[in-house]
């Protein structure tokens, strides 16, 4: 009651300034709430330099038909990737793909293409997770992986450390550079699917990897050796083996046109039954086709052996009338997108379609029920494919078609 009489000076004077007071105080008080969380924002940001270095998402529609197939597949997709750096030299990269058989309410497909965390200092890169090793370990695009059986995304841990060579080509001017060699070793706990191991940690292989590149007169030239040993008897004629396979590939990339070749032995314990061998071509045909179609990547794979014991190319060792003599299959994708994206334009029209007569050879998802002596059904991989899908034909006189269009953005 005293700070409501009106009166000059003590009490009175408190009831005056008092609400302009608290007001004041109160505002200062979020502004240095406010001023201190930015702070604490800006520190951790400049404490972990955190920043969003990638963030792209892909919408597309996508149509399979197999030969001798029931019915095509097709359906709407959607993909998702991210890469941040988290805290100095630390890298996060997560990549999945969302896909939804039009007309159903069966549900979505998740395919999880790489989920890895990184580490790269100057002398060594250590990363674990989910990740695609296809273009890792062979230049192919659709072919190769043959140390992993064809399986191109796998759960892993690697340790990478690069180094670089320089030397000067003998009378002569030019000079030979490697801008990056790296030396690489991966262990893979599981190739298997998991409806088809015990996740015990025992049906993996261990990889090692050497990659030298080097260039001479605006040429590029890759050469690439892997190892592998598994880490029990699990299959034979695999990788999956304890016998341990060998995979080397050469690429030579000049100007608008690249071309490679690959040869591998998946168990060299049966190295006259598991050789293989691929060639490649790629090719920017932007000139050539008025912009209707950027890239033609061509592969051919050529069995070097027919063993009829061999499961994973056809090989029926419980029937012999089943036996599915390998041979030489193909590989066609061609692809067109439109020009890099720009801050003005942000999104990226694309489209493309791939063939192929390919069953599947030298992968774990060539096994047919019965070719091994466990009696279990097919299904321990997913062979080759071109984006997420699994990308086969059902026999040698078949082509198997892909097409998807799409907008990157």
């Given at each position: 009651m005293t700070l409501m009489t009106g009166r000059k000076g003590g009490k009175a004077c408190g009831a005056r300034w008092f609400w302009p007071l608290a007001l004041f105080l109160c505002l200062w008080g979020w502004a240095e709430g406010a001023r201190a969380l930015e702070t604490a924002t800006q520190s951790a940001a400049r404490l972990t330099d955190t920043a969003v270095t990638a963030m792209d998402y892909t919408v597309g529609y996508l149509w399979q038909q197999q030969d001798e197939a029931p019915s095509a597949l097709y359906g709407p997709y959607v993909g998702m990737d991210f890469k941040q750096k988290l805290y100095e030299n630390f890298l996060a990269d997560i990549s999945l793909d969302l896909f939804s058989t039009s007309s159903t309410d069966e549900g979505v497909n998740l395919f999880l293409e790489r989920a890895e965390a990184s580490w790269h200092g100057s002398w060594l890169t250590l990363s674990g997770g989910r990740r695609d090793v296809g273009d890792f370990l062979s230049p192919g695009e659709y072919f190769g992986s043959y140390l992993t059986m064809g399986e191109r995304t796998v759960d892993m841990v690697s340790a990478t450390l690069p180094f670089r060579l320089f030397a000067d080509v003998p009378d002569a001017d030019a000079s030979v550079t490697a801008p990056y060699n790296a030396f690489s070793v991966i262990y893979i706990p599981n190739l298997l699917s998991a409806a088809k191991t015990d996740l015990d940690g025992q049906e993996g292989v261990v990889l090692a990897q050497l990659r030298v590149r080097f260039g001479v007169a605006g040429s590029s030239s890759d050469l690439t050796l892997n190892a592998s040993r598994g880490l029990q008897d699990y299959f034979q004629y695999s990788s999956l083996s304890l016998g341990g396979g060998l995979d080397a590939s050469y690429a030579f990339t000049y100007k608008f046109a690249q071309v490679w070749a690959e040869y591998a032995a998946q168990d060299i314990s049966f190295w006259g039954s598991t050789q293989v061998a691929t060639a490649g071509?790629?090719?920017?045909?932007?000139?050539?086709?008025?912009?209707?179609?950027?890239?033609?990547?061509?592969?051919?794979?050529?069995?070097?052996?027919?063993?009829?014991?061999?499961?994973?190319?056809?090989?029926?060792?419980?029937?012999?009338?089943?036996?599915?003599?390998?041979?030489?299959?193909?590989?066609?994708?061609?692809?067109?997108?439109?020009?890099?994206?720009?801050?003005?334009?942000?999104?990226?029209?694309?489209?493309?379609?791939?063939?192929?007569?390919?069953?599947?050879?030298?992968?774990?998802?060539?096994?047919?029920?019965?070719?091994?002596?466990?009696?279990?059904?097919?299904?321990?991989?997913?062979?080759?494919?071109?984006?997420?899908?699994?990308?086969?034909?059902?026999?040698?006189?078949?082509?198997?078609?892909?097409?998807?269009?799409?907008?990157?953005?």
């Open positions: 071509l790629r090719l920017d045909i932007r000139k050539f086709t008025f912009g209707l179609l950027d890239s033609l990547d061509g592969e051919y794979q050529l069995p070097l052996s027919d063993d009829p014991s061999n499961p994973f190319t056809g090989g029926y060792p419980q029937d012999p009338s089943q036996v599915q003599t390998p041979q030489g299959v193909w590989f066609v994708h061609l692809i067109h997108k439109t020009s890099a994206r720009q801050p003005t334009q942000p999104a990226r029209f694309f489209y493309g379609v791939a063939l192929t007569n390919s069953m599947g050879d030298y992968t774990l998802a060539r096994l047919r029920e019965g070719s091994i002596g466990e009696p279990v059904a097919p299904g321990y991989g997913a062979a080759t494919r071109v984006g997420f899908l699994p990308f086969i034909a059902a026999d040698y006189t078949c082509v198997a078609v892909q097409a998807d269009v799409g907008y990157e953005f």
